[in-house]
């Protein structure tokens, strides 16, 4: 993807794309991940010109494998993701962003608010095991994006997913290696897992996405 802009911003019809009409609030998300985002601690600096293509679109890419208005619960929110631009790339789903740590659960709220996206997102603070006792709903789909590794993940994520729900786990290139790895787990949870590349857009790089469903 070509890189032009301050955070790798790619072309404004790259973003029409993605985001529709509003590609305004994706510009301001990441203006906030570059300013509060990396001076509150949640965004590495080294991030800064990078916020667009390994953050954003990223994970903006699960959205092609989320069916239409799906209730999604995004665990390990840290800054928003994939939570976030998920919302953004799709107005027709519900999202609950769920984060343990306070001064991450103020950015998200900075965040929802400054976006407005307050019909759609709503955030809660508390861990993904407390979430089922906090009186916290189960979901169509459970996103993630390094929170844990697989067996911990899903010990963590299945009880939240809905019947006939499933989560989507978005991984680097060791993705597959970590399925076979988590292989017997996977079994005794009577889940099953399979690698998926999803993309933003053509022209943004791919998102390795680990689906797992009950197995049949
Ligand atoms: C490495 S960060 C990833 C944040 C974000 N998903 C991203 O991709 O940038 C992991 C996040 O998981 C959260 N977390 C850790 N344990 C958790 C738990 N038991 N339940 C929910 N979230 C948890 C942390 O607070 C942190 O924000």
């Known amino acids: 993807m070509t890189e032009s802009a301050p955070g790798g911003r790619p072309g404004d019809a790259v973003l029409d794309e993605v985001f529709g009409d509003r590609r305004d609030r994706a510009e301001r998300y990441v203006e906030l991940l570059a300013e509060e985002g990396i001076t509150w601690g949640l965004i590495g600096p080294r991030e800064a010109d990078r916020l667009w293509q390994r953050h954003v679109l990223n994970s903006a890419a699960v959205e092609s494998l989320i ?6 619960l995004d665990v390990g929110s840290g800054a928003g993701l994939p939570g976030i631009p998920l919302a953004l790339a799709r107005p027709d789903l519900q999202i609950t962003l769920l984060e343990p740590l306070q001064r991450r659960v103020e950015f998200l709220e900075l965040a929802v608010g400054t976006l407005q996206l307050d019909d759609q997102v709503r955030v809660h603070r508390g861990r993904a095991e407390d979430y089922p006792a906090e009186g916290g709903e189960p979901a169509d789909v459970v996103t993630n994006r390094a929170v844990a590794p697989l067996p911990r993940l899903l010990n963590w994520c299945w009880p939240l997913v809905a019947p006939g ?17 988590a292989t017997k787990a996977l079994r005794s949870m009577k889940l099953a897992a399979e690698v998926l590349v999803a993309r ?4 943004a790089e791919s998102t390795t996405v680990v689906r797992v469903r009950r197995s049949s």
């Open 165 to 181: 729900g499933e989560v989507l786990a978005i991984k680097g290139a060791g993705a597959a290696a970590e399925v076979t790895k």
């Open 67 to 72: 069916g239409e208005g799906c209730s999604v």
């Open 200 to 203: 933003a857009h053509p022209q």
